[in-house]
């Protein structure tokens, strides 16, 4: 991110940086079992790597890797060209339900999230906050218009607004309106108040691929 929008960029206060510290570090050590009974089910069932990873755009647009456990085939990347006339989401971010690169162990920890835990690394590392405006792949966040590089002005996280109220919105514009939302409202009580909604809505598995 260049130019005047360069000063808007607000790096990650005190407070939200010790809030992540130790929530991933608590979450890591509570998922633990879990995050191994996965890693060992994706190793037993498909080839390729346990985990996935790909540039996104972090804080001002900065590419960082971004982790999840492999719920694809390995070369679900070189696919996605090819199924991009199917994506339902109205706007850059790609979703398709039923989504044929998708294996059985991804189609089961895709439904209960369970993909995105090793993403508490990235939260350790600085790269992602535990609430904040979701990252997109660098080739879709190219793809916003100029009011949603806002959602870029700040650390993203794992959940946020969007995730807890609109997960099964397919508008993009409903999702960046939220993250710009968040980020007006940022606050520590309002992050307690999404990580303790993002359970249930996780549970309901609404809106999850």
């Known amino acids: 991110m260049k130019g005047i929008e360069?000063?808007?960029i607000r790096p990650l206060p005190f407070w939200k940086r010790a809030e992540d510290i130790v929530g991933a570090t608590i979450a890591l050590i509570v998922f633990s079992p879990i995050m191994v009974a996965v890693a060992i089910a994706?190793?037993?069932t498909s080839k390729g790597p346990?985990?996935?990873k790909q540039q996104r755009a972090g804080l001002g647009g900065k590419p960082f890797m971004f982790y999840k456990f492999?719920?694809?085939v390995v070369d679900a990347e070189a696919r996605k060209k090819d199924l991009l006339k199917h994506n339902e989401r109205i706007g850059p971010a790609f979703k398709m339900t039923n989504d044929p690169r998708v294996t059985c162990v991804g189609d089961f920890i895709r439904k209960?999230?369970?993909d995105e835990l090793p993403q508490l690394f990235n939260v350790l590392r600085g790269d992602l906050s535990l609430v904040g405006p979701r990252p997109l792949p660098i080739e879709e966040a190219l793809q916003h218009n100029q009011w949603q590089d806002r959602r870029l002005y700040v650390t993203p996280g794992i959940t946020g607004l969007w995730q807890v109220?609109?997960?099964d919105d397919k508008?993009?514009?409903r999702w960046a309106r939220?993250?710009?939302e968040y980020i007006m409202r940022r606050s520590l009580l309002l992050d307690l108040k999404i990580l303790l909604k993002t359970l249930p809505a996780v549970l309901s598995r609404k809106g999850a691929c």
């Open 112 to 114: 209960w999230s369970l």
């Open 42 to 44: 994706i190793k037993l």
């Open 171 to 173: 508008s993009f514009d």
């Open 6 to 8: 360069s000063f808007l």
């Open 178 to 180: 939220l993250d710009i």
């Open 70 to 72: 492999r719920s694809m």
């Open 50 to 52: 346990v985990t996935f």
């Open 165 to 167: 109220y609109a997960r």
